[in-house]
């Protein structure tokens, strides 16, 4: 039989076998805790400290200005919830309206403690305009959230303008980097943002660890107490295995960027053209190229109702593929609010297929999956006509 085809790197990654070879001892033989001082908890430390090293590397920053969360999501409230004092949540913040729950529902809470929330419009390509931004900032705005990719729909942001349009107003720009770091290039050397947030299991890491970048001088309010560890911002005993982890998928991705991103953009732009010979209703969503390398979003015109079938046939035929990302399956079958914000109407904001490519993806698994997916349309077209052709018949 032949193997599964696993095409949703969006929601999460295998680990590379080089990260675990790096994590085992960790989980295994140097077990000490980073705080202890004596040989067990210094080479934990030390273990920690070259992880922060690499994980920074993979950014341009330094070591110090990154904080070790338990998640992207974590990274990404303690980013907007530490812009905020703890008395109040006074202020106006402005983020884009197609970010990550992680960033939307942090907004909302602040929103409930007095927070004044701009939702940036997008444009059809799912892109933030820089005069939307100009816009509605004000002398008061605290902090502005817009995300370098987006992960329903791949397109990436124009980051280094929207930061420098915030950062000429004195205010923080944040940036939810998930899904791009060790994808594309971030270097916060020439891109002013603040805050970073990423995420390990989206690079071939493990999960339930991230980090935030916290740009030298910036004061942020800590969410969690306790003794102190993450200078402060962070405090609990480090998950120092999944922080080794993270600093190996970090220095494997920077590595290896280029390379990778080529291999995956060509692969992609094949599925792509093979796609629009077989199935000529198939549609692009999001930007033709200012996209993530592996990153596909398909539509199916006059289908977009039955994607959610699609996806389960194709899960069935040994692929797994998403339907919008993966935090979505709670709300399958409603119109994803990103194509909503994106100008999609109700019926085609439900279908979307996502389809993204990883570091294992070969072409024979690519040229497999079309034919699949190519015989999975196909039969729903045949039953979706059979089903109105029954219905027609009985009503006539
Ligand atoms: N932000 C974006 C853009 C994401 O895609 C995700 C995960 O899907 C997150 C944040 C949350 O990251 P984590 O799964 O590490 O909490």
């Known amino acids: 039989m032949a193997s599964r085809i696993y095409l949703d790197h969006s929601a999460t990654t295998p680990l590379d076998p080089r990260v675990r070879a790096g994590m085992e001892p960790f989980l295994e033989t140097i077990f000490g805790n980073p705080s202890s001082l004596h040989s067990e908890g210094r080479e934990a430390r030390e273990a920690v400290e070259r992880a922060r090293a690499q994980v920074a590397a993979l950014l341009g920053a330094e070591p110090a200005e990154i904080i070790f969360t338990g998640s992207g999501t974590e990274a990404d409230n303690l980013a907007l919830l530490g812009a905020f004092p703890a008395e109040g949540a006074s202020g106006h913040m402005v983020a884009s309206a197609i970010e990550h729950p992680a960033v939307l529902e942090t907004c909302r809470f602040l929103e409930q403690f007095g927070a004044e929330v701009t939702l940036l ?18 002398p008061q705005t605290r902090v502005v959230s817009v995300m370098a990719a987006n992960n329903v729909v791949g397109t990436l942001q124009p980051l280094t303008e929207l930061a420098r349009i915030t950062k000429r107003q004195g205010t923080l720009f944040h940036t939810d980097a998930v899904q791009a770091a060790g994808k594309i290039p971030l270097d916060v050397n020439r891109l002013p943002a603040d805050l970073v947030s ?18 030298r001088g910036v004061r942020l309010h800590p969410i969690v107490f306790g003794g102190g560890q993450e200078r402060g911002l962070r405090s609990a005993t480090e998950n120092v295995a999944g922080i080794v982890g993270f600093g190996v998928a970090a220095a494997i991705a920077r590595e290896e960027m280029a390379a990778e991103a080529s291999r995956l953009v060509g692969l992609r732009e094949r599925l792509l053209s093979r796609l629009r010979e077989t199935v000529p209703q198939a549609y692009l969503i999001g930007h033709p190229f200012k996209r993530l390398p592996g990153h596909l979003c398909l539509g199916f015109a006059g289908q977009e109702g039955e994607a959610i079938k699609l996806l389960l046939a194709l899960d069935q035929a040994g692929v797994a593929v998403s339907s919008g990302s993966a935090c979505s399956a709670h709300h399958a079958g409603e119109p994803s609010y990103i194509l909503t914000a994106m100008g999609f109407d109700p019926i085609r904001a439900r279908g979307s297929l996502r389809v993204t490519l990883g570091r294992f993806t070969t072409q024979e698994e690519v040229d497999r999956f079309l034919d699949i997916l190519v015989r999975a349309v196909a039969s729903l077209r045949s039953v979706a006509s059979y089903a109105g052709f029954a219905l027609s018949a009985r009503e006539g």
């Not at 892109?127 to 900032?137: C, K, Q």
């Not at 390990?200 to 660890?209: D, R, T, Y």
């Open 121 to 138: 419009p997008v444009n059809s390509n799912g892109i933030v305009e820089p005069e939307s931004l100009l816009r509605v900032l004000r």
């Open 198 to 215: 990423l995420s390990a299991h989206k690079l071939h890491g493990p999960k339930g660890v991230g980090a935030l970048y916290v740009r």
